[in-house]
């Protein structure tokens, strides 16, 4: 059997653009508020950049993750809250005789603050600054290509957000983060990559996270829409070589648009449904993805 890329994309949260509040939007909860959110996402791709050389395996045929995250946002000042969230993956091929995997991905919690927020006439701006940390859930392989549920080890980041909203419903926001990240532990004592390493520890490279979104909430704000556009790249790294498996300290680097939708309830106006999706257009060494979610938030009051 034919060798095959190594795919991991960034932490789920990052993927759900337009639910309630994710650690790259400007969304607060009040202090006192709690919002549980739960969230569905199917990815699939078809061909990959090995390298920079666009391809797809027979091997493979069409790649599947599935990805159920519960996550909640907590407002523990009102310009402070706290966020968690803990995905459950699953992976399978279309082709080929291996199997997939599932379980626990891994768990990320966030610090999101307000740092300043400016009024004026016509509307507001803002900037939030958001650290945060994660790891592992469960003991899955890193080195499983393409199936395994994550990159297998710590990730620190800090992201700024800033945000320029006007009174009567249009937003336009960009965002930026600098992931630091651990080694991860591969179940083999050798490996190659562009040079040999007798050791079972992998220095992964740092990354760089980054988006802009523009949208709007209409209908008394109970309805909101926007369009995304993001992109990831690896600090560091190397390319799959011809015909081999990816792994994990490969460089990655992809661009990708979507869209979101948000909807309140008249009836229930704490409860919301989200629809989001996206594409990759442009990548390397990662999997030309099309992602789709869809979930639920309920807001509650816990004090104050």
Not at 50 to 72: A, C, D, H, S
Not at 74 to 99: C, F, I, M
Not at 267 to 286: E, H, K, Q
Request: proline share 4%; net charge neutral.
């Amino acid at each position: 059997m034919k060798k095959i890329i190594y795919i991991c994309f960034l932490a789920a949260c990052l993927s759900l653009q337009a639910s309630a509040q994710t650690p790259s939007d400007a969304i607060m909860m009040g202090k006192g508020q709690i919002c549980f959110g739960l969230f569905y996402t199917h990815d699939t791709w078809d061909e990959y950049w090995e390298g920079t050389l666009k391809r797809n395996n027979g091997n493979i045929g069409t790649l599947t993750r599935q990805t159920v995250m519960p996550m909640f946002s907590l407002g523990l000042l009102d310009r402070l809250n706290l966020l968690a969230a803990l995905p459950w993956v699953r992976t399978e091929a279309s082709a080929g005789q291996v199997k997939g995997a599932q379980g626990f991905q891994d768990w990320g919690v966030w610090l999101k603050g307000e740092a300043f927020k400016l009024d004026n006439e016509t509307g507001d701006l803002s900037l939030h600054a958001i650290a945060g940390f994660g790891g592992p859930a469960s003991n899955y392989l890193p080195d499983f290509a393409p199936f395994s549920l994550g990159l297998g080890c710590l990730d620190a980041s800090l992201r700024g957000v800033l945000q320029y909203k006007l009174d009567k419903g249009p937003y336009a926001r960009v965002t930026g983060a600098y992931h630091l990240r651990g080694n991860c532990i591969i179940e083999r004592d050798y490996y190659y990559t562009t040079q040999g390493y007798y050791t079972e520890e992998v220095d992964m490279p740092n990354a760089l996270t980054y988006g802009a979104t523009i949208g709007t909430w209409l209908f008394d704000d109970s309805f909101k829409i926007e369009a995304t556009y993001d992109g990831l790249k690896t600090l560091g790294g190397h390319d799959i070589r011809r015909q081999d498996a990816g792994f994990p300290s490969n460089r990655m680097i992809f661009t990708r648009v979507g869209g979101g939708l948000q909807y309140y309830f008249p009836f229930a106006p704490n409860l919301s449904v989200t629809a989001s999706g996206g594409y990759v257009l442009s990548g390397r060494n990662v999997g030309q993805s099309l992602m789709l979610t869809g979930g639920v938030t309920y807001v509650l009051g816990l004090w104050q």
